[in-house]
T-cell receptor
Framework: GQQVMQIPQYQHVQEGEDFTTYCNSS?????IQWYKQRPGGHPVFLIQLVKSGEVKKQKRLTFQFGEAKKNSSLHITATQTTDVGTYFC?????????FGKGTKLSVKP | ETGVTQTPRHLVMGMTNKKSLKCEQHLGHNAMYWYKQSAKKPLELMFVYSLEERVENNSVPSRFSPECPNSSHLFLHLHTLQPEDSALYLCASSQEAVFREKLFFGSGTQLSVL
């Protein structure tokens, strides 16, 4: 079946360091969505990418959608303690939305 | 901030109990969802409703019974659950079910089955 693989599973960084999480699909996606879940919280929608090769920025966060629309990445520049949480990608395909397992980010002050 | 409200936040139940989870969305969306979130697993879609009609049921055991009386309210009725059903149950809504874009999640119900 359709799968969305996300790596790494965990990432520990020092505050101020950069962070990247990667998402790979076994099939071509119609869109990719990113969500953030704070500890003890619920997933919150961050962004959606639709076009091949699309790049979008939200302050220190940069989101990319691959040319083949099978992979995506989220890059955070100069992490802060407020970035702590689990980041999920979700790939849209044929009316379904398949979530990755998420990357749990911890930031040491 | 959330336009999707879930109750209760926490629930402990025995295997023979019957309980219900409630979800209400205030966003005017047409689609509502139940997801299960377990440790070390991806979010699992359980049910999808579009304008009160169930459009998807992902092989969920019959001990989970959804109900959608109108487009703003969604329930998940639970009976004779198993310990492995312990998880965070999340309700979500979106504008339409067809595209599954931009889901708004509720705070979830942390369920423990003893």
């Amino acid at each position: 079946g359709q799968q969305v693989m996300q790596i790494p599973q965990y990432q520990h960084v020092q505050e101020g360091e950069d962070f990247t999480t990667y998402c790979n699909s076994s099939t071509t996606l119609s869109n990719i969505q990113w969500y953030k879940q704070r500890p003890g919280g619920h997933p919150v929608f961050l962004i959606q990418l639709v076009k091949s090769g699309e790049v979008k920025k939200q302050k220190r966060l940069t989101f990319q959608f691959g040319e083949a629309k099978k992979n995506s990445s989220l890059h955070i520049t100069a992490t802060q303690t407020t970035d702590v949480g689990t980041y999920f990608c979700a790939g849209g395909s044929q009316g379904n939305l398949i979530f990755g397992k998420g990357t749990k980010l911890s930031v040491k002050p | 901030e959330t336009g999707v409200t879930q109750t209760p936040r926490h629930l402990v139940m025995g295997m023979t109990n019957k309980k219900s989870l409630k979800c209400e969305q205030h966003l005017g969306h047409n689609a509502m969802y139940w997801y299960k979130q377990s440790a070390k697993k991806p979010l699992e879609l359980m049910f999808v409703y579009s304008l009160e009609e169930r459009v998807e049921n992902n092989s969920v055991p019959s001990r989970f019974s959804p109900e959608c009386p109108n487009s703003s309210h969604l329930f998940l009725h639970l009976h004779t659950l198993q310990p492995e059903d312990s998880a965070l149950y999340l309700c979500a809504s979106s504008q339409e079910a067809v595209f599954r874009e931009k889901l708004f999640f509720g705070s979830g119900t942390q369920l423990s089955v003893l």
